[in-house]
């Protein structure tokens, strides 16, 4: 049950490869280069899901001014949502908005 725990700290994203660090301010739960995240949590936070399938961000929507990652599990189909964090790759995100609309 390690892998969860490090979520919260940081880790290797299973997309990019690349090594995400903690965020700091509140848990970490999608990879800001790509946007990948996995689905591990029921409720955001709460790490009790055992899917465990990647999550794929499919769109973007506005809630309040704040920008919002649409994810779909590429193992069960469930769709998720989750805030942007503040180092997330902007680029990223205008290209997964743009693949949501066209
Ligand atoms: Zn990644
Ligand atoms: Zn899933």
């Known amino acids: 049950m390690k892998n969860f725990k490090k979520l919260d ?3 290797v994203c299973l997309n990019c490869g690349k090594k995400v660090e903690p965020l700091g301010y509140t848990s ?3 990879c800001p280069h790509c946007l990948y995240s996995l689905h591990v949590d029921i409720n955001p936070g709460d790490r009790a899901n055992t899917c465990l399938g990647l999550l794929k961000p499919v769109g973007i929507e506005t ?5 919002v990652i649409i ?3 590429q193992k069960c189909g469930k769709e998720t949502r989750n805030k942007v964090a503040i180092d997330d790759d902007y680029s990223q995100i205008l290209k997964v908005s743009t693949n949501g609309k066209l």
């Open 63 to 67: 809630k309040k001014g704040e920008y």
């Open 28 to 30: 970490r739960n999608h």
């Open 9 to 11: 700290e940081g880790f």
């Open 71 to 73: 994810f779909r599990c």
